[in-house]
């Protein structure tokens, strides 16, 4: 029961929430860069 209740604790604890969310932030700012230089290297818009 302690173990049980110790992970209750920490997943409830929102310490280290705001790194999380910047880690989420940097992914997608990483994912939507990697699909504009794509669309930027793309045959369509290299001929126009």
Avoid at 12 to 31: D, I, Q
């Amino acid at each position: 029961m302690d173990f049980l209740r110790l992970l209750l604790r920490k997943v409830r604890s929102r310490r280290g929430s705001p790194t999380v969310e910047y880690v989420f932030v940097m992914v997608a700012a990483a994912m939507l860069a990697g699909i504009v230089v794509g669309i930027v290297k793309s045959e369509p818009v290299q001929a126009s």
